[in-house]
């Protein structure tokens, strides 16, 4: 892909890739619910896909490598997860 994505873009795909739910996405990166799906329609978008399941395959295609390797770097600065 040409373009590049954001950083929040980058956390949400690494979260979807190992299986967290729009709302745990939401409450982990500290943004609504809204936020979430607003990245994820961008995602589907930049990657010509119309699903979760075809986005983390594209994703992959492309070369990205979305999952707990990136997200442990990433996430380690936001802190711990806030209770339900």
């Known amino acids: ?3 590049v994505l ?3 873009e980058r956390r949400v795909l690494d979260l979807l890739a190992v299986g967290l ?7 982990l990166l500290r943004m609504s619910d809204a936020a ?3 990245h ?3 995602l589907l978008r930049h990657y010509g896909v119309e699903d979760r399941t075809s986005l983390l395959a594209a994703a992959r295609l492309a ?3 979305p999952g707990l390797a990136r997200l442990a770097r990433g996430v380690a600065r936001t802190g711990p997860l806030p209770p339900r």
């Open 40 to 42: 994820v329609a961008v």
């Open 6 to 8: 954001t950083e929040d």
């Open 36 to 38: 979430v799906r607003r």
């Open 63 to 65: 070369g990205q490598r």
């Open 1 to 3: 892909m040409e373009s």
């Open 21 to 27: 739910s729009t709302i745990d996405i939401a409450l």
